[in-house]
């Protein structure tokens, strides 16, 4: 069953036109230029319930202004999104029940407040029952590892400790499908393994759908069973990695070097 849907997804930005000759700051001021930016250019795609997809793409690509469109905090240009059966910029308070979120360069939880009592605060604004409460707390504390920086505030913890506490955060009430916004960036060898392993129990033991934009070819060989490869807002490629490897670079041939080139050489065709 399709859980995400997407037809003729398109986002456009107007930018400001930089000004010329003189007095250019003064006519921009006045009489403002602008230009359209293309982000994301007619994509369709499907998701199934319980996938893990990879979304991969050169910085710029379009891969979070996708990202950012699925989870409502965007509204398309133009096209169709349902997400959990929800158009999720107008069903916006329902969607965001079905759904968890992490960018691996913003936090979601509270800055200058212990973990802990951030994912109490979570717990109240999703009305999570005490009981579910507890069972997830304990279950994410020992995927996590949280114990040691549970009672610490949010701004002391490293990059690697603070998102795993976002995982936590993101899943505290149960949402159906789990957007991943390059979670790993940054992160250490050990820590980034920690988080491999509690995507891939959380998609095994709840059939959580989840969706990742990802640099790191490790994360896609170990954690996705399909990836989607976006170029200047159009979908390239959408199959398997067995799938990438035959298209762009032979049966046995090394991932990360096929993912350099396609971005190197801006979305070549096969």
């Not at 036109?17 to 359209?36: H, I, M, N, S």
């Not at 060898?189 to 509690?198: D, H, I």
């Not at 995507?199 to 934009?213: K, P």
Request: aromatic share 6%; net charge neutral; glycine share 8%.
């Amino acid at each position: 069953m399709a859980l995400i849907t997407v037809k003729n997804l398109q986002k456009m930005y107007k930018i400001a036109k930089p000004g010329e000759g003189r007095f250019a700051t003064l006519k921009a001021l006045v009489r403002p230029q602008y230009e359209e930016r293309r982000a994301v250019d007619g994509i369709d795609f499907t998701i199934s319930d319980g996938e893990i997809v990879g979304y991969i793409g050169q910085n710029g690509a379009g891969k979070s202004t996708t990202i950012k469109m699925l989870s409502g905090i965007l509204v398309p240009t133009a096209g169709d999104i349902k997400v959990n059966g929800l158009i999720p910029h107008k069903d916006r308070k329902e969607h965001l029940r079905n759904i968890g979120v992490v960018f691996g360069q913003k936090t979601s939880l509270w800055w200058d407040v212990p973990v802990i009592d951030s994912l109490n605060i979570l717990k109240e604004m999703y009305q999570v029952e005490d009981s579910r409460f507890k069972k997830n707390l304990e279950m994410f504390t020992d995927l996590l590892d949280l114990s040691p920086f549970l009672n610490q505030p949010v701004r002391q913890l490293s990059l690697g400790q603070r998102v795993r506490a976002d995982l936590a955060a993101a899943l505290m009430h149960d949402p159906k499908t789990l957007f991943l916004d390059e979670p790993t960036i940054g992160v250490d060898v050990v820590a980034k393994e920690r988080l491999r392993e509690f995507i891939t129990e959380i998609n095994r033991e709840r059939g959580v759908t989840v969706l990742l934009t990802t640099h790191d070819v490790v994360d896609m060989e170990k954690l996705v069973s399909r990836v989607i490869v976006i170029h200047a807002g159009k979908i390239i490629f959408d199959g398997s990695m067995q799938g990438l490897r035959e298209r762009y670079g032979g049966e046995d041939a090394d991932i990360e070097a096929i993912v350099r080139d396609i971005y190197q050489e801006g979305g070549r065709t096969a």
